[in-house]
């Protein structure tokens, strides 16, 4: 079957791939469009697979709310460069998967994958093709997916997201507001647990044997009574729970009032957050441009 220049300049168009590539692909399949477009898919796939290996830390997280209010989804794409973090077809591609995800509640990740995107294209699909298109690995992290009442906060542009849940209706402006403030400060404090009932009993017990050791370091306790320690590691757990617990922790907004208070003060009672930040726990590579430049010479 004979193409045309129409033709490959079509394919282009349909696949992003070059021009030369989108000529190769024609000619191998004897002008088939269809069998063009699977012959450069498999060829993305061995794009991709060669990009694999390159750590993506950065992209970004993204927040989706179902019209009803009901679903929210907190997701992490990663890439290896801010700069394709901004690319409106990576942009746009995050927020379908987000969509994807309140629509279908995947498993995982892999069960993600393989969700219809377009078409008969999976969102895995989608996904290397994208990669072999821009020339960056990309990767889905993670996404969390809560059904209740909701209310999402994302900051810096997708580098954090954070999620909230309460147990009633956030059905009036204060409340929303309320439940907006905390996820606000979720997103600046990062606290590692919802209250001190919470707090599983060995990470209370590791923090004591910690605090009884710094008590006991100190001379001036030497001649203390077990009942004054006592009391100090008391006080210090407190601390503790007042600096990592949300619900314990001060408000950002009025330092008078614990967040626990101030939420009752505006009926709202919070169940539950999650909290992405992006890139978070991922090693990055240390680039040495000196030494790339010098590599290149050599």
Avoid at 122 to 151: P, S, W, Y
Avoid at 188 to 209: F, G, R, T
Avoid at 210 to 229: G, L, T, Y
Wanted: with cysteine; glycine share 8%; aromatic share 6%.
């Amino acid at each position: 079957m004979a193409f045309t220049a129409k033709d490959v300049k079509e394919l282009r168009e349909i696949t992003g791939c070059g021009m030369m590539d989108c000529k190769k692909a024609l000619t191998e399949t004897d002008g088939d469009r269809e069998k063009a477009i699977e012959f450069l898919r498999e060829k993305g796939l061995a794009t991709a697979a060669k990009k694999s290996g390159r750590i993506a830390a950065e992209g970004i997280v993204c927040a989706y709310v179902s019209d009803d209010k009901k679903t929210a989804v907190l997701l992490e794409v990663n890439s290896e460069t801010d700069f394709v973090a901004k690319n409106s077809e990576f942009l746009t591609f995050v927020n379908n998967v987000a969509k994807i995800v309140a629509d279908n509640d995947p498993a995982d990740v892999e069960a993600l994958k393989a969700l219809p995107y377009e078409g008969s294209e999976t969102v895995g699909d989608k996904l290397t093709a994208m990669i072999a298109k821009i020339g960056e690995n990309m990767n889905i992290r993670r996404f969390a997916r809560v059904q209740g009442n909701v209310c999402t906060y994302i900051h810096g542009g997708g580098r954090i997201g954070v999620l909230v849940e309460a147990e009633g209706a956030l059905d009036t402006d204060e409340k929303m507001e309320a439940a907006h403030d905390i996820a606000m400060q979720v997103a600046a404090i990062n606290p590692m647990y919802l209250s001190k009932d919470v707090v599983p009993a060995e990470d209370v017990e590791k923090e004591k044997h910690i605090i009884m050791a710094q008590i006991k370091e100190d001379p001036k306790n030497a001649s203390k009574p077990d009942n004054i320690i006592e009391k100090m590691v008391g006080g210090k757990i407190n601390k503790f729970y007042e600096q990592n617990c949300l619900l314990q922790q001060e408000f950002v907004k009025d330092n008078d009032l614990k967040v626990e208070k101030y939420l009752a003060s505006k009926g709202v009672k919070l169940v539950g957050y999650v909290r992405f930040e992006k890139g978070e726990g991922i090693e990055k590579k240390e680039e040495n441009f000196a030494e790339e430049v010098a590599s290149m010479i050599k």
